[in-house]
C-alpha cells in the first residue's frame, strides 16, 4: 500500500510521537513536520530505518532566513524522499539567530556534507560535529554570510548599474498600458 | 580567394621598399595573434560559432588558439567571471608573455552584466586591464569580429617601445602586477 500523508503522520504519531513539535500539510500538499534540535538526529534516524516510512533518501537541505520571527529566525528543511513509495515529506528546524547550531546529519546520510557546508557558506549555520565545516562556493576570505537578509544583495563596487534596471528603486507596482 | 593586406606607408623603389621597423612588426603581429580563449557562458558559445567555417575567425591568422596561456597574444574573456574565478583569470593573464591584449566580450565580462550580485566580479578591468569592450548579451559573431578587427588595428599601431613606457608600467602597477 502507497503511503499518504495521512498514513505516514499516523505512523509518526504511533511510533515517534514525541519527536513531533507540530505538522501540517503545506500549499502543495507534502506533509511538515517540525522537530527540535536536541531530537532532530534520532527523528531522522527514525524517518530512515523505520520498515514503513522508508524515507532513506535526503534530497536537499536548505535554511530559510525569516529575521521578522524572534528566536526563530532560521528555519532548517530536511527534505526526504521514500523511493519506494515515491513519498515525499519535509522536517524542519527553527533555530534562533544568536545560536545557530544543530547537531550534523552526516552521521546518516555522507550526502549532507556539501548541504551542511552550503548552509555554513550562505548562513553561517553551526552544524556541530561537521567533519569539516568550510565554505563551499564562496571565496574563502568572505567575512559575512551573504544570503542573511541583513546583508546586501548588490556587490559593493558596483559603479555602472542603475537601479532602476534591477528593479530596486523602491516602487514595484508596475504599470502596463 | 587569400586576402592580402595593404603595404604598410614608406619609400620604395625598383627592387627595394623602405618604412619603419615599428609598421613592419606591426604588421607582422596584426596578422598573426594567437588567442587564448577564457570562455564561462554563452559568449563563449558565440565565440565558437566565430571560430567555426561561417564566420572563420581563422582568416585573421588567428588559425591556431593558444590554450597556454604563454603562448598567446590575445586573451579573450568571455562570460561571467565569479570572484572565485577572478584570481584565476589574473593568474592567466600575468602567466602571458609581453606584448600581450586583453578582448572583454559580452555584458558580464565587461561589466557584471544582468548579475548584479555579491558573488559575481562587476566587469574583469576590476582585476586586469582591458583593451577593448564588445557589448551584447550575448554578442553575435560579426560583433565579436569587429572587437578583434579593433585589437588588430591597436596591434598594428602599438609602438615598439609602448611596454617599456612609464604609462604602462603605472598601468601594470594599478592593477598591481610587476
Not at chain 1, 93 to 107: G, N, R, W
Not at chain 2, 18 to 27: E, F, H, I, M, Y
Not at chain 2, 86 to 95: E, N, S
Request: charged fraction near 25%; aromatic fraction near 10%.
Amino acid at each position: 500500500m502507497a503511503l499518504t500523508n495521512e498514513l505516514a503522520l499516523a505512523r509518526i504519531e504511533q511510533k515517534g510521537a514525541p519527536f513531533i513539535k507540530s505538522s501540517e500539510t503545506s500549499y502543495d500538499g507534502m506533509l511538515n513536520v517540525v522537530t527540535t534540535r536536541e531530537q532532530i538526529i534520532d527523528f531522522l534516524r527514525f524517518l530512515r530505518d523505520d520498515e514503513q516510512l522508508q524515507c532513506n533518501f535526503l534530497t536537499s537541505l536548505c535554511t530559510v532566513h525569516y529575521p521578522e520571527s524572534a528566536g526563530e529566525e532560521f528555519a532548517i528543511v530536511y527534505h526526504l524522499h521514500n523511493w519506494m513509495d515515491n513519498f515525499r515529506l519535509r522536517v524542519k528546524v527553527f533555530l534562533p539567530e544568536t545560536d545557530p547550531s544543530i547537531p550534523t546529519a552526516t552521521t546518516l546520510w555522507p550526502t549532507a556534507n556539501w548541504m551542511e557546508r552550503q548552509e555554513f557558506d550562505f548562513f553561517g549555520i553551526q552544524f556541530t560535529g561537521h567533519p569539516n565545516l568550510t565554505r563551499i562556493l564562496n571565496v574563502d576570505e568572505m567575512d559575512v554570510f551573504p544570503m542573511r537578509k541583513q546583508y546586501r544583495l548588490e556587490d559593493g563596487t558596483r559603479t555602472d548599474k542603475n537601479d532602476r534596471y534591477f528593479g530596486r528603486d523602491g516602487n514595484y507596482a508596475q504599470t502596463f498600458d | 580567394m587569400a586576402k592580402i593586406e595593404e603595404m604598410p606607408e614608406g619609400y620604395g623603389g625598383e627592387g627595394f621598399f623602405a618604412t619603419s621597423l615599428d609598421k613592419a612588426v606591426g604588421l607582422a603581429r596584426a596578422n598573426s595573434i594567437w588567442p587564448l580563449p577564457f570562455a564561462t557562458s554563452c559568449c563563449g558559445i558565440e565565440f565558437m560559432a566565430t571560430m567555426g567555417t561561417n564566420y572563420d575567425l581563422a582568416r585573421f591568422g588567428m588559425e591556431r588558439l593558444s590554450f597556454s596561456p604563454r603562448q598567446a597574444d590575445l586573451l579573450m574573456v568571455m562570460g561571467t567571471i565569479a570572484k572565485k574565478m577572478g584570481p584565476v583569470l589574473r593568474q592567466v593573464y600575468i602567466q602571458m608573455a609581453e606584448p600581450k591584449w586583453v578582448i572583454a566580450v559580452g555584458a558580464c565580462a565587461s561589466s557584471g552584466g544582468i548579475f548584479d550580485t555579491y558573488s559575481v566580479l562587476q566587469g574583469i578591468d576590476k582585476v586586469i586591464p582591458v583593451d577593448v569592450y564588445v557589448p551584447g548579451c550575448p554578442p553575435r559573431p560579426e560583433q565579436i569580429i569587429d572587437g578583434v578587427m579593433k585589437i588588430q588595428e591597436l596591434v598594428k599601431n602599438e609602438p615598439l617601445r609602448r611596454r617599456h613606457s612609464p604609462e604602462y608600467q603605472h598601468l601594470l602597477e594599478k592593477y598591481q602586477i610587476a
